[in-house]
């Protein structure tokens, strides 16, 4: 199966990975690969390289415990004390799950575009 980074891609600028994050992120790496392509398999390889590091960057999260309290992703946020409340809003997906962000798409090359051709327009000329 075709992967466009591999784990010390995603390592790189980021943190280090343990053996396990390792291991996860080749299967994450794999399955981020299937939704790219799905989304543009004709995206610059460079594109595709980027994307699939930040895809599972924010996924595996810092490394710090403020992840389980924090996602990483997340747009918005509250949390109370005593009353054991929280909420968050995730700018793309949800957490614990592979997603491409608004910026993402772009890179893609998918830019939002709606456009229409008329055959009647080649008789004009």
């Not at 997906?93 to 997603?99: D, N, P, T």
Request: glycine letters at 10%.
């Amino acid at each position: 199966m075709l992967v466009y980074a591999t784990a010390d891609d995603v390592a790189d600028g980021f943190r280090e990975l343990t053996g396990e994050e390792i291991s996860r992120c080749d299967a994450l790496l794999r399955e981020a690969a299937v939704i790219i392509d799905a989304h543009n398999a004709d995206a610059y390889p460079a594109s595709k390289k980027l994307v699939s590091c930040r895809m599972v960057r924010r996924l595996l999260g810092d490394g710090s415990d403020a992840a389980a309290l924090y996602p990483m992703g997340a747009s918005q946020g509250s949390a109370s004390a005593l009353g054991y409340s929280q909420s968050w809003t995730m700018s793309g997906g949800s957490a614990g799950e592979l997603y491409l962000s608004k910026l993402e798409k772009k890179l893609l090359g998918y830019c939002g575009r709606v456009g229409a051709h008329s055959p009647a327009e080649e008789l004009c000329l």
